[in-house]
């Protein structure tokens, strides 16, 4: 069976295929296998709505079962922000260090017991029919002073998990895809995979 990952993001990519690695009978293509696919506007105002969004466009367009996720940072004493815009926050083409910076200035001289966060993950699974179903995963933590750790991507070395003492950059691969949003996220969804390959 084949799954399309509707993304070109590199460290998304590798993610998800570390976490469905069990699901061997499922072949995992991505947006580089089809390079002329339109971009697709993330519109939604939620995870949730942009998710849907991806997923439903390009299963239609593909005709293949696609899994799309929409996924951010919300912080707390910013009443949520950057949200729906974590990849753009600092501009529409921002880097991840210029979103981090953007982040640490917005709290700059904030203690640290106000610097509250959560990764929200909404993964859309569509099929070329236009069925949906959305499972949500969140993993909470605080934003750190400075960026610390070179593993993951994003606002990862931003992310202090308390219950490890160290960043999201500084846990690796093997523990980041156990505890992250977009790990719980996926977990959520195999029961339901599961159940598409018994078809």
Known sequence: MKLLLATRNKGKIAEIKE???DFQEIE???????PDLPKIEETGTT?????????????????????ADDSGLTV????????????????????DAENNTKLLK???GVPWEKRKAAFVCVIALCSPQGECHTCEGRCEGIIALEPKGSYGFGYDPLFYVPAYGKTMAEL???????????????KALKPLLKKILKK
């Open 19 to 21: 976490i469905l690695a």
């Open 28 to 34: 995992l293509l991505s947006l580089a296998d089809f």
């Open 47 to 67: 995870f949730k709505e942009n998710a849907i969004l991806k997923a439903k466009t390009i299963a239609k367009l593909t005709g293949h079962l696609t899994l």
């Open 76 to 95: 707390e004493y910013l009443n949520g922000a950057p949200g729906v815009y974590s990849a753009r926050y600092a501009g529409e083409n921002a880097t």
């Open 106 to 108: 917005a709290l700059e």
């Open 172 to 186: 690796g691969s093997e523990i980041k895809n156990q505890i992250s949003h977009r790990a719980m996220a996926l």
